[in-house]
């Protein structure tokens, strides 16, 4: 005999203590315990919270914490629309956000792997879908497994916001019912040579990609960018002055911008809306400690580090690099030989981390000169000069940066 389900109202206030608990002990939203708690009491909860509401929900490999900022603000920012802007985004947490809140509006970071999940329960308006790479092998399918996932739950999606440059995304959002396509840039090709529809070969030019065998190409972008000018129809466009920096901020920009347009916000305030975010949880933070500014930055695979390198390449800042192994993480960094740290060379380069020794040797192999940081990251400012400094970690150890500065939340 199965257990009965708690009714939702008491399971809403029992999780809602448990949340108040947590935040004061723990710091955070307390959404990710309160939610587990949910779920376990009332498995239909995500559903039944999500009944007359008015849901998107954002997702990729990289850049869905950003994008979710960047959206929530595009369609009126918080107060008027609800999110899970800490990157609670798998069942638990996003069960745990929809119980503590009562916005109509909603914009939902969801985890690749639990965004099948999602949709099914929370039923949304939009699906926001930017890219696809391999992360965290140790946890996820091989992207195209995840892309395929993707198409059969998105089928009956009435909009989908996705990334024409990226194949992945494209073949898994042309099973919705309509599709803006947005022109947002992908650098990392590695993982999108294979076509996601017949299995031959992808072939990635200037401009476009398509399979040599098939009729999957890139599709027309409704939205593209010139600079940092995001055309859109009927010839309208707008300048996107953003406060974080990087070519594939922009892209999240322009992504974040076209799905407000399609909700009704105009071009010009939505672009208006974004270009006053200045950091989203951390990421392209600046911090001033002592005699030293301090920008932090989130890498955790291939593609996220080959961005951020390529923005830092006309940098000659010192740079701290913070690498752990560790649940979110993923437990393999082997990954680390696909990506080429020459970018840093001659540069003032320190290590730290659990696995710190795995990418000294990772950076010996690309003639990179780095040192081991005694500690953790303050252990290494005494070391640097006065002035700028930047601070690139993968998850868990972008985090224990984070709370070593006294950045929570």
Same mark, same amino acid.
């Given at each position: ?17 448990v949340?108040?608990? !947590? ?9 990710v315990?309160?939610?587990r708690?949910l779920?376990?009491a009332t498995?239909?909860a ?9 849901i998107?929900?954002?997702s990729g490999?990289?850049g869905?914490t950003t ?6 603000a ?9 999110s ?6 798998t069942?638990v947490?996003?069960?745990g ?15 690749e792997?639990w965004?099948?999940w999602?949709?099914?329960r ?6 926001l879908?930017s890219n696809l790479?391999?992360d965290q092998l140790?946890r996820h ?8 996932a993707?198409r ?8 989908v ?7 992945l995304?494209?073949w898994?959002?042309?099973a919705a ?8 840039h992908?650098s ?10 017949c299995?031959s070969r ?10 040599? $065998? ?6 027309q ?8 000018t995001?055309h859109?129809p ?9 406060g ?13 911008v076209?799905?407000a ?10 672009a208006?809306?974004?270009?006053a975010v200045p950091a989203?949880s951390?990421r392209?933070?600046q ?8 920008r932090l ?5 291939? !593609?996220?580090w080959?961005?951020?390198? !390529?923005?830092?390449?006309?940098d000659?800042?010192?740079v701290?690099?913070c690498?752990?192994? $560790?649940?979110?993480?993923g437990?393999?960094p ?7 740290f020459?970018a840093?060379r001659?540069?003032t380069v ?10 000294l ?7 990179v000169e ?5 500690a953790g ?16 970690g993968?998850?868990t150890?972008f985090q ?6 006294g950045?929570?939340?």
């Open positions: 005999m199965s257990r009965p389900e708690v009714p939702l109202r008491i399971a809403r206030q029992g999780t809602r203590a949340a108040a608990a !947590a935040r004061r002990l723990r710091g955070g939203s307390g959404n315990i309160a939610g708690l779920l376990m498995p239909s995500a559903a039944e919270l999500s009944r007359g509401r008015r998107t929900l954002v490999t990289n869905k994008t979710t900022g960047l959206l929530t595009a369609l009126g920012g918080d107060g008027v629309v609800g899970n802007r800490g990157g609670a985004n069942s947490g996003i069960a956000t929809l119980a503590a809140t009562r916005d109509h509006r909603m914009v939902l970071e969801t985890d792997g965004l099948p999602v949709i099914t929370t039923r949304p308006v939009s699906v879908i790479s391999r140790s399918h091989e992207v195209g497994s995840v892309s395929r993707w059969t739950a998105l089928a009956g999606v009435p909009l916001v996705a990334n024409a440059d990226d194949p995304i494209v898994a959002a042309m019912e309509r599709q803006v396509w947005v022109a947002a992908i990392w090709t590695q993982d999108s040579l294979v076509c996601p529809k299995g992808i072939r990635h030019e200037d401009g476009g990609w398509h399979c040599t $065998e098939c009729d999957l190409r890139r599709p972008p409704d939205f593209w960018l010139d600079g940092a995001l859109g009927d010839d309208d466009q707008v300048a996107l002055a953003l974080i920096p990087g070519r594939f901020n922009l892209g999240n920009a322009a992504l974040a076209a799905t347009h399609a909700d009704g916000v105009p071009l010009e305030e939505a208006r809306r974004v270009a989203v951390g392209f933070e911090v001033r400690h002592g005699e030293h500014e301090l930055m989130l890498a955790k695979n291939p !593609a996220g080959l961005e951020l390198l !390529a923005m830092m390449a006309d000659q800042r010192p701290v690099l690498f752990n192994a $560790e649940g979110v993480d437990r393999d082997s990954w680390l030989y696909d990506v080429s020459t840093l001659g540069r320190w290590v730290t981390g659990r696995r710190a020794t795995d990418l040797a990772r950076l010996a192999v690309d003639g780095a040192r081991r940081a005694p990251l303050l252990s290494v400012l005494p070391h640097l000069a006065a002035g700028p400094v930047d601070v690139v993968n998850y150890a224990a940066a984070r709370e070593e500065l950045r929570r939340g």
